[in-house]
């Protein structure tokens, strides 16, 4: 009986020394609520640098989808653009990508709308992106695409992405994830309360660049949101 006693004791201290599980932390948050007429997005996030963003044609002051208000992007012109900061890099660690969009159903102007990214494929160091990515067959079906391409061991650079089926181009509202850990990327849509996941298993390696981080478009002009984003962060860890 004294055996079993000091085996569970021995145990207890044992996993009362084992080490806290690190989490992630909360590197950037824009939550959009900014007034109408408004020219500056705060960066709410506790951890990391002070992101904040600059706003060119987007309406601000719109009914938010999460809560507060929420940004319009015009489809032709709209973007937001942040400064590099390199707390928005993960390098090898992990990485989620969260905001929540509202697009009216019907066709949609371009192959893809951005919703949030850094860097291009071509971009050294890798870059990660969050779009909506129009379908081949029918123009107004959109679906939520997370890729992340990162740098492998020997320096080369390794693109993983999942689509997640399911069409998002509906005018109901969205709250969209996009993952990347040490073995998979993930895409998450969350409808109604309703979460449908989507898994690639495939290490994207590690992603770390010079490049500013854009909201609603990829470069002037090109793949612009045409449809309300609120509420979008970045978790790092």
């Known amino acids: 009986?004294?055996?079993?006693?000091?085996?569970?004791?021995?145990?207890?201290?044992?996993?009362?020394?084992?080490?806290?599980?690190?989490?992630?932390?909360?590197?950037?948050?824009w939550r959009m609520d900014e007034p109408a007429g408004a020219g500056t997005m705060t960066d709410s996030?506790?951890?990391?640098?002070?992101?904040?963003?600059?706003?060119?044609?987007?309406?601000?002051?719109?009914?938010?989808?999460?809560?507060?208000?929420?940004?319009?992007?015009?489809?032709?012109?709209?973007?937001?653009?942040?400064a590099d900061d390199s707390d928005?890099?993960?390098?090898?660690?992990?990485?989620?990508?969260?905001?929540?969009?509202?697009?009216?159903?019907?066709?949609?102007?371009?192959?893809s709308y951005d919703i949030v990214r850094k860097g291009v494929t071509t971009t050294p160091g890798g870059n990660w992106k969050m779009e909506i990515k129009?379908?081949?067959?029918?123009?107004?079906?959109?679906?939520?695409?997370?890729?992340?391409?990162?740098?492998?061991?020997?320096?080369?650079?390794?693109?993983?992405?999942?689509?997640?089926?399911?069409d998002i181009v509906d005018g109901r509202a969205h709250t969209l994830k996009c993952t990347k850990t040490s073995t998979a990327v993930t895409a998450v849509v969350v409808t109604n309360g309703q979460s449908r996941t989507f898994t690639t298993t495939k290490a994207a390696g590690s992603i770390a660049n010079d490049q500013q981080v854009i909201l609603g478009s990829k470069i002037d002009g090109d793949d612009v949101l045409q449809g309300d984003l609120d509420q979008v962060t970045v978790d790092i860890g």
């Open 1 to 29: 009986m004294k055996h079993r006693v000091s085996v569970v004791l021995a145990t207890m201290a044992a996993l009362v020394a084992l080490p806290a599980t690190a989490s992630a932390e909360t590197v950037a948050e």
């Open 45 to 82: 996030a506790a951890a990391g640098g002070s992101n904040d963003g600059t706003l060119s044609s987007v309406t601000t002051g719109v009914p938010g989808l999460v809560s507060g208000s929420a940004y319009r992007f015009d489809g032709t012109s709209s973007a937001v653009t942040v």
């Open 88 to 111: 928005l890099d993960p390098g090898a660690a992990n990485i989620t990508v969260t905001a929540t969009v509202k697009v009216e159903d019907g066709q949609i102007r371009d192959d």
């Open 134 to 166: 129009r379908s081949g067959t029918d123009p107004t079906v959109g679906k939520l695409l997370c890729v992340f391409k990162g740098v492998v061991n020997g320096g080369g650079r390794v693109a993983v992405q999942r689509i997640a089926n399911m």
